[in-house]
T-cell receptor, first 116, second 110 residues
Framework: DAMVIQNPRYQVTQFGKPVTLSCSQTLNHNVMYWYQQKSSQAPKLLFHYYDKDFNNEADTPDNFQSRRPNTSFCFLDIRSPGLGDAAMYLC???????????????FGPGTRLTVL | KQEVTQIPAALSVPEGENLVLNCSFTDSAIYNLQWFRQDPGKGLTSLLLIQSSQREQTSGRLNASLDKSSGRSTLYIAASQPGDSATYLCAVDSNYQLIWGAGTKLIIKP
């Protein structure tokens, strides 16, 4: 009964080699988020979609891009991964954006990215 | 700018003890506050959500309180078990985004 699914769970790439991470949801939520989490740190929001509207955080590097072809799927593309991009990448969904009373974000299991 | 702090960063207690994890935030204008659990190498699981108009929420052995005026929340875990070992993060829904603490790593010793 997985609700937010991320593939792959582990991804190894080479320095500079493009990589795509995938997220899908069965909740039919409007909002999908991508977070980057490094060891022992809080998750850092990279961007989010409300339906097809894309919202980029001001400090998200241009190296990170995202696509949401339909309600269920969202992709994170890292165009030229550097060693500093090694992290856990978490996808989350919610019915509405933050500020909606009682709403919560549902997280996937994450993709751990290793850059060699 | 909202900032969220969790103290302590790590905590180790014997099985069976009751314990309290702390979360503080700098701006009381929040929509809600959530506590999440993260197991090593895994994603995040929402434990409790307290809306800004509420004072506490309970789920099983977990009780979370919220005091907006003082900018504090606590997560109380009763009768701790080794399976409670994980990192616990609090997140404040403020200004249309979640602001996260760095987490408390909890180890319950059998």
């Amino acid at each position: 009964d997985a609700m937010v699914i991320q593939n792959p769970r582990y991804q190894v790439t080479q320095f500079g080699k493009p990589v795509t991470l995938s997220c899908s949801q069965t909740l039919n939520h409007n909002v999908m988020y991508w977070y980057q989490q490094k060891s022992s740190q809080a998750p850092k929001l990279l961007f989010h979609y409300y339906d097809k509207d894309f919202n980029n955080e001001a400090d998200t590097p241009d190296n990170f891009q995202s696509r949401r072809p339909n309600t269920s799927f969202c992709f994170l593309d890292i165009r030229s991964p550097g060693l500093g991009d090694a992290a856990m990448y978490l996808c989350a969904t919610s019915r509405e954006t933050s500020g909606t009373p009682g709403d919560t974000q549902y997280f996937g299991p994450g993709t751990r990215l290793t850059v060699l | 700018k909202q900032e969220v702090t969790q103290i302590p960063a790590a905590l180790s207690v014997p099985e069976g003890e009751n314990l309290v994890l702390n979360c503080s935030f700098t701006d009381s204008a929040i929509y809600n506050l959530q506590w999440f659990r993260q197991d090593p190498g895994k994603g995040l699981t929402s434990l409790l959500l307290i809306q800004s108009s509420q004072r506490e929420q309970t789920s099983g052995r977990l009780n979370a309180s919220l005091d907006k005026s003082s900018g504090r929340s606590t997560l109380y875990i009763a009768a701790s078990q080794p399976g409670d070992s994980a990192t616990y993060l609090c997140a404040v829904d403020s200004n249309y985004q979640l602001i996260w603490g760095a987490g408390t790593k909890l180890i319950i010793k059998p």
